[in-house]
């Protein structure tokens, strides 16, 4: 049973030693939250998470890096800004990421 304060967060890693398992430093993998595919990026030792789907063509953001605070997409090489996900006007969704008691929870609109 969730505390309160984690009512409609999604659990994603049970530790961080899972999320080092699962995903490599800086290249996103995907999970499936709900019915959503979810990217997960891992990057100076921050989980961050976004919708899978590039905005602009609708291509898989899987795989993709993060350069300078932006993520990069592998297909055209769109920036979006990791926090914001904003970028060629266009806008990514992002998703906030709580870490309790090493545990990763993602919260979806
Ligand atoms: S599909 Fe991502 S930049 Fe074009």
New binding site residues.
């Given amino acids: 049973m969730y505390a309160d304060n984690l009512q409609n967060w999604n659990l994603v890693f049970n530790s961080t030693a899972e999320l080092k398992k699962s995903l490599i430093e800086n290249k996103t993998g995907k999970r499936q939250i709900q019915d959503k595919w979810i990217c997960f990026l891992f990057y100076n030792e921050k989980l961050y998470a976004f919708e899978e789907m590039?905005p602009?063509?609708?291509?898989s953001?899987l795989g993709a890096q993060c350069i300078n605070g932006d993520i990069v997409?592998?297909?055209?090489?769109?920036k979006f800004n990791l926090q914001t996900g904003c970028g060629h006007d266009l806008s990514l969704q992002t998703y906030p990421i709580k870490k309790e008691s090493d545990r990763y929870y993602i919260q979806l609109f």
């Fill in positions: 590039c602009h063509q609708q291509k953001l997409c592998p297909f055209h090489q769109y």
